[in-house]
């Protein structure tokens, strides 16, 4: 189980333990990782990072989008909250590059209005939905969720949005819709590095019809009480906290529901490496890493104690249910 970034475009390379050799050759990371070595390589990304924190918008600086507390069971986790400048800086977005930094440097370019949500496939009530009006669907929430990666990092973020089954229950569903589809935007003109080879165009991502349904996935257009930043999916985006982060996709422009399994990027990219589920599990390694353990952005450095990776990323009492009698080591 893993979980990667997203797409790169260039001869921009990625450190070869992130993703599968066919995705990082030639790129930069691989370049800084021979010429210095695996520390010098982390330590350069971790201090491009530490200095684009400096320059990006704090809170206040966006739109503010306030949302109440959410009596969805499980919504609130009591830990510390990952600071914004951390949040907002040290992201996973290829279409805007394959370093941490490189999203919050580029995603400037992102032209977030107007913007629709179409959504189609077997519904009765397929619709395209504009911004302004999924904003209006329910009422905005505060969630504070943990967001767990593949690389072994995690965040402690509030998002807000409400529950992704608010929308779902209004397009209605036919018997036969078992998955969702989830299609983010894949525009050249305003995302620098989709083109490339690394992964299909566009980023896609599935859930199972019960796991969208369920309460905890979100539908997000702010965190910090603001709206989204770009680089962490402006306008809308899916949250799923169980699941390791790159399920959560970003800047949605189309929901399908589908019969059968989706394809989705990074499972098409490594099948051996990212499964379909990508449910956070402890028990169950990357073919090159464990993912026993984890580390918190922002918590005394680098070189900080890791912690240990929770089942369902603390969510097992919320969801576990979903999976009863499946073999969550078959089951990715």
Not at 20 to 39: H, I, K
Not at 53 to 75: D, E, I, M, N
Not at 103 to 131: C, Q
Not at 144 to 156: A, T
Request: glycine share 8%; proline share 6%.
């Amino acid at each position: 189980m893993l979980i990667p970034s997203r797409h790169d475009g260039f001869n921009h390379p990625h450190a070869s333990e992130i993703t599968p050799r066919s995705v990082y050759e030639g790129r930069r990371d691989m370049l800084r990782w021979m010429a210095t070595g695996a520390a010098g390589a982390a330590l350069a990304s971790w201090a491009g990072r530490e200095a684009l924190a400096q320059q990006v918008a704090r809170p206040g600086k966006l739109a503010a989008l306030p949302g109440a507390k959410s009596a969805v069971a499980g919504a609130v986790a009591m830990d510390k909250l990952t600071d914004y400048k951390d949040a907002s800086t040290y992201n996973n977005y290829y279409e805007f590059g394959v370093d941490k930094a490189d999203p919050a440097r580029n995603a400037h370019t992102l032209k977030t209005s107007p913007w629709t949500v179409e959504v189609e496939g077997l519904v009765n009530k397929p619709r395209k939905f504009a911004i302004e009006d999924l904003l209006k669907l329910s009422p905005q929430e505060e969630r504070i969720y943990r967001l767990r990666c593949v690389e072994g990092w995690s965040m402690v973020i509030p998002w807000v949005g409400y529950s992704l089954a608010e929308l779902i229950k209004r397009v209605e569903p036919q018997g036969s819709a078992k998955y969702v589809e989830f299609v983010t935007l894949a525009d050249k003109a305003t995302m620098p590095y989709v083109g490339s080879r690394v992964l299909d165009w566009p980023y896609t991502e599935g859930l199972r019809l019960d796991e969208a349904m369920h309460p905890l996935t979100l539908l997000a257009f702010g965190m910090y009480g603001e709206v989204l930043p770009n680089q962490n999916g402006a306008p809308v985006r899916l949250v799923v906290p169980w699941k390791y982060g790159f399920k959560s996709a970003k800047s949605l422009v189309k929901i399908r529901f589908v019969e059968k399994e989706p394809g989705t990027a990074w499972n098409k990219a490594a099948a051996q490496e990212y499964g379909f589920y990508s449910n956070v599990n402890p028990n169950v390694d990357h073919p090159r890493w464990s993912q026993a353990t984890e580390r918190r952005i922002g918590e005394d450095g680098l070189f900080a104690k890791k912690r240990k990776t929770l089942m369902f990323n603390g969510y097992e009492q919320q969801v576990g249910q979903l999976y009863a009698g499946m073999d969550l080591k078959k089951n990715y």
